[in-house]
């Protein structure tokens, strides 16, 4: 299994639900599957956003795959503190799912490709897991649609370096803008995709504390180590860096900006 550019301390996780809490409606609002409906969440982690795949379609019959037993172990457990019967949990491999093909009337998979080398080898895994007419959504940030005032140098240097760090590990920070092509690369059609875009100032407080607070400072906070071993910048301006982008998500100046992108293909 190869890293994870987040890590898997506590501090993630919590970080990781705190993300799907402020996002759910953004993200997640126009996802609804049909009673009876087979659906395969590929890549759950630790189920931060299960809770609302599920409840949002309580009489789906979901599963929940990923390839890691502590993160599957979480997720399983928060299912079961939200009461959702309509979930059930497997540990597999993106690319040798454990499912025979035709098996699902839906893949969902959200914050995935990202940290994948390969991702459309991913996404031709899971299409052939879809029956004829069958839907594969996906979502996916983009760390280069991030902006944000005050800026300074020392922290776009610190956003960068999560940029860095996630490609020396094979991944790819930068793929919420290839949503659309690598749906119809992997031969679904009646590809749509478009932006989510996330908006804090001073007149939205919860997204304030939520994502830039919560969500984004501790996700740049996680590469540290890697980021000044590398020699991708400096002691002191990382904790510049670090001071400077808490600014951004401060009121009354600071303002933060960044899009996902969520796609949808047919089989």
């Not at 501090?11 to 809490?21: K, Y």
């Not at 699902?104 to 940290?115: G, I, K, R, Y």
């Not at 059609?189 to 994502?211: H, I, K, L, N, T």
């Amino acid at each position: 299994m190869k890293p994870y550019v987040h890590g898997y301390e506590q501090r993630e996780r919590e970080r990781l639900h705190d993300q799907a809490g402020t996002l759910a409606e953004l993200l997640h609002h126009d996802t609804r599957y049909p009673a009876g409906s087979r659906v395969l969440e590929a890549g759950c982690g630790v189920g931060a956003q299960t809770v609302y795949l599920a409840g949002h379609s309580p009489r789906a019959e979901i599963t929940s795959m990923d390839i890691s037993p502590q993160s599957l172990a979480e997720a399983r457990a928060l299912a079961r503190d939200h009461g959702l019967a309509n979930v059930g949990f497997c540990r597999g491999d993106l690319f040798r799912p454990p499912f025979p093909a035709e098996s699902f009337d839906h893949v969902f998979v959200c914050f995935v490709l990202e940290h994948l080398a390969q991702p459309l080898a991913a996404l031709q895994a899971l299409r052939a897991l879809l029956r004829p007419g069958g839907s594969l959504t996906l979502i996916e940030g983009d760390h280069g649609s991030c902006y944000f005032h005050p800026e300074t140098a020392a922290a776009r240097s610190a956003w960068e370096c999560l940029i860095r760090v996630q490609a020396l590990l094979g991944g790819n920070s930068l793929i919420g803008r290839q949503v659309q092509p690598l749906l119809k690369g992997s031969g679904l059609r009646e590809v749509s995709a478009g932006p989510r875009e996330v908006y804090c100032d001073e007149s939205r407080p919860q997204w304030m504390e939520g994502f830039v607070k919560k969500t984004i400072i501790p996700m740049v906070e996680g590469v540290r180590e890697r980021a000044l071993a590398e020699g991708m910048i400096d002691e002191a301006t990382w904790r510049q860096g670090i001071r400077d982008l808490h600014a951004t998500g401060t009121p009354p100046q600071g303002v933060f900006c960044y899009t996902f992108f969520k796609g949808v293909g047919v089989k």
